[in-house]
């Protein structure tokens, strides 16, 4: 059970500035200048489009992250349910009035922005779920009375962004809103038995699979059996990344880019294109980037004092953790195929504006590490 002994630190703005972690900061603007030079790269060393767009997107994204981290741990707990049924309205809305792009309904045009609420979902859920065992004590989070809330908060958005369709998006919320569950104390067995279910029940989930996804996994099986078409993409990924070798082939010198066989090289794909540039030296350095930043969230969680924030950070760390490896599977042949983007580092706004959100959730908790409750 949480301390019931609260205590808030009321900081200055100057102390505020100093309780930063400025090496998450850091490791942050690393990242986006690392992917805002890879798009670059994209566009065959012009300033295009996706350049400029995306350099615009992590500049006001970078300042809103900063901006939300002076938001104190209070904040976020009280609006953590408002948040998340915000998210949902708006999942709803985009099933009847959103904009359909090659055969998904994902997106609800803002003008300056064609916004997906699926991916702030990712972040939705995480801290709704946070908000829900923060005083729930760990021996009985197993209780009945306590799962069916969350079951239904955790598979009503995974059933709507499922049917836009965007089976990997669903995946990739369903495993943030089970990392929060199973770190907050629930018996391993309830998830061997759920997993054990979800096996006998794929022969009946493959049914309602669309004809492409269905073709993804078949792809992924033998990306051979149609090498100009379904299995096109990942032939070329590995094609791309295989031939960096050990030190790449130097920036703006990848020539699956360069000669177009790699299409949509900006978006979920872009590790590739990074590691034929870069090599395994680079790839291997990109990943430490990452590495580096989950340690980060995790050391935050670590020296927080207030329950709610510990497990944020940690569930957000294991979220972070799984886009990332999704990701970089996905393009190495590891994984089907899914609309899972590489965080920061990919071409799109939603996704970024998503994980800047999460990371300023994570630095607010640093600020007011010292804070008890909520």
């Known amino acids: 059970m949480i301390n019931q002994h609260f205590h808030k630190s009321n900081l200055s703005f100057k102390d505020k500035i100093f309780a930063l972690d400025f090496l998450l900061i850091f490791l942050i603007l690393l990242l986006g200048i690392i992917s805002i030079f890879a798009m670059y790269s994209t566009e065959q060393g012009k300033l295009g489009y996706y350049t400029l767009s995306h350099f615009y997107r992590f500049s006001v994204f970078f300042i809103v992250f900063l901006a939300f981290s002076f938001f104190k741990i209070r904040f976020w707990y009280k609006s953590a349910y408002l948040f998340y049924v915000l998210i949902l309205i708006l999942l709803i809305f985009v099933n009847f009035y959103g904009i ?4 998904s309904k994902r997106w609800i045009s803002l003008f300056f922005i064609n916004l997906q609420p699926s991916e702030l979902m990712k972040i939705a859920l995480i801290i709704f779920l946070t908000r829900y065992y923060y005083k729930i004590p760990s021996e009985q989070v197993a209780n009945l009375k306590y799962i069916l809330a969350p079951v239904f908060a955790l598979f ?6 499922a049917v836009q369709p965007d089976l990997g998006t669903a995946v990739l919320i ?4 089970l990392a929060v569950i199973w770190l907050t104390g629930f018996r391993i067995k309830f998830f061997l038995y759920s997993f054990f279910v979800l096996i006998c029940l794929i022969p009946v989930g493959i049914s309602f699979l669309k004809p492409y996804q269905k073709s993804r996994i078949l792809t992924f099986f033998d990306p051979e059996r149609d090498p100009l078409g379904a299995g096109y993409q990942i032939i070329q990924s590995k094609i791309a990344v295989g031939s960096g070798g050990i030190f790449g082939k130097g920036y703006l010198q990848g020539s699956q880019s360069y000669l177009d066989y790699l299409p949509e090289k900006q978006t979920d794909f872009i590790f590739t294109l990074f590691s034929e540039e870069f090599g395994f030296i680079g790839s291997v350095l990109l990943l430490l980037i990452y590495v580096a930043i989950i340690y980060r969230i995790i050391q935050i969680g670590n020296q927080s004092r207030n329950n709610f924030a510990r497990l944020y950070c940690f569930s957000f760390a294991t979220a972070f953790f799984t886009y990332v490896v999704v990701n970089m599977s996905m393009v190495l042949g590891l994984l089907p195929i899914v609309g899972a983007p590489l ?6 706004g939603s996704s970024m504006l998503s994980i800047m959100i999460g990371l300023s959730i994570v630095m607010s908790c640093k600020i007011h590490r010292q804070d008890e409750g909520v």
Do not use: D
């Open 174 to 177: 369903l495993i943030g809103g």
């Open 156 to 161: 009503i958005p995974v059933m709507l962004v």
């Open 343 to 348: 965080p920061i580092m990919s071409y799109g």
């Open 100 to 103: 359909t792009a090659s055969g």
